[in-house]
């Protein structure tokens, strides 16, 4: 009896159970893959910690160097938050860099990829980049510094922190405010607190019945007795006009940019309380109606 080669071969197959298929298939691919996950396995896991320590070491190296800076007299308090900023965005770019060099990715075609779409990017950002102009802008000319009381577009407060695309500002009566900074170098910026000394600006009326140079010289003695003004420059104290229903006595001390506002009301005060004390008058706006009687 002649055995045929194809059923012998038929037989076989049929004879092999369905667990060994499966073990030969899996030997089979495992001969495959194995030496492709033990090649770059090791890479994967060894990019991922190397992202994970690099992302820890630049917010480690952020803290450690605005504290650093924050100790140093040398630097301006304006400058910390910049610089630890752009230390930790240093840091994780090199890192990036390092993990695409794991897998065999040269950073130099990366590089003018960027390049290359840095055209496209500022177009579509217009916006945001005038606004990191800005900032750079302020950060180089520092028309004021952390905690300087500013008017800027209208808005009072203290700055609290200058980033590259916002200005960070408080007003005094403690609301936030988040300001642009191409709204900020493009508006007039008055910086309050950038001299040691300031002048109080204030007029007083009186009216046309009462003795100028008597009211002049109850203000006098008012300025006199305040230990807030300056004796230089020497405080004016004259007569700057005559309105409708006044006459108007311009007063102008000098005291340290502090004591602008406790002076103002300490003066304003203690004036008004001397003026009733020696009868005169401050008039306020006031209009007299006339009735005729129409005769027949």
């Given at each position: ?6 059923l ?12 060994e ?6 030997n ?18 060894g ?7 690099g992302?820890?070491?630049?917010g ?163 300025i ?44 304003t ?28």
């Open positions: 009896m002649i055995k045929s080669p194809v012998t071969g038929l037989f076989f197959c049929k004879s092999l159970t369905k667990n298929l499966m073990e030969g298939y899996f089979d691919y495992s001969d495959t893959l194995m030496p492709i996950l033990v090649e770059h396995g090791l890479s994967v896991i990019a991922v910690l190397l992202l994970i320590a992302w820890m070491f630049a480690w190296a952020k803290r450690k160097v605005v504290k650093r800076f924050s100790a140093s007299s040398n630097i301006d308090d304006t400058l910390v938050p910049i610089i630890g900023q752009t230390t930790r965005v240093f840091i994780i770019i090199v890192t990036i860099l390092a993990v695409l060099g794991q897998f065999g990715v040269e950073t130099t075609s990366i590089v003018a990829v960027l390049g290359a779409s840095a055209l496209a990017i500022g177009l579509a950002l217009q916006g945001t980049l005038s606004n990191i102009a800005a900032g750079v802008m302020l950060l180089m000319l520092r028309p004021f510094k952390v905690g300087d009381a500013v008017t800027v577009g209208g808005t009072t407060g203290k700055v609290d922190a200058i980033g590259l695309f916002t200005t960070e500002m408080r007003t005094f009566d403690n609301i936030g405010v988040s300001m642009p900074n191409s709204r900020v170098w493009g508006n007039e910026i008055q910086n309050l607190s950038r001299f040691d000394i300031r002048r109080v600006d204030m007029e007083f009326g009186i009216s046309y019945r009462d003795n100028m140079d008597k009211a002049v010289e109850i203000i006098q003695e008012v006199s007795t305040q230990d807030m003004v300056l004796p230089e420059p020497e405080p004016l104290i004259t007569v700057s006009g005559l309105k409708e229903s006044s006459v108007e006595i311009r007063v102008r001390p000098w005291t340290a940019t502090k004591n602008v506002w406790p002076l103002r009301y300490a003066i005060k203690r004036v008004k309380e001397r003026f009733d004390e020696e009868g005169i008058s401050i008039p306020f706006p006031q209009r007299d109606v006339h009735l005729f009687q129409k005769s027949n």
